[in-house]
């Protein structure tokens, strides 16, 4: 009656594999998008609040950088572009 969860097929296995790793990245988008925010605004309060201090400035800028970057490839593979009909690409 209950059947062994070992006893997939290949094509079951690479769709579990598969929403697996969509899961993930869902999980890993919401900690980037957070850690995003909070370094955005700490990159602008340094920029208009802190004075005379250039190192908190270019490192917050650093910081804020690599995350909108690991943002956009989060992104990218959660929403892949589209391909238009027609194209052979």
């Known amino acids: 009656m209950n059947k062994d969860p070992l006893d997939l097929t290949p094509e079951q296995l690479k769709v579990y594999a598969e929403l697996q790793r969509i899961r993930m990245a869902w999980v890993t988008l919401s900690v ?10 700490s990159f602008l309060y ?3 609040f802190v004075a ?5 400035k270019v490192i917050l800028g650093g910081i804020d950088t690599l995350l909108g970057w690991a943002l956009k490839m989060i992104i990218a593979y959660l929403f892949p ?3 238009k009909r027609g194209s052979t690409k």
């Open 46 to 48: 340094s920029v208009f």
């Open 32 to 41: 980037v998008l957070s850690l995003f925010s909070i370094a955005l605004l």
């Open 52 to 56: 005379e201090q250039t190192a908190p």
């Open 81 to 83: 572009p589209t391909r």
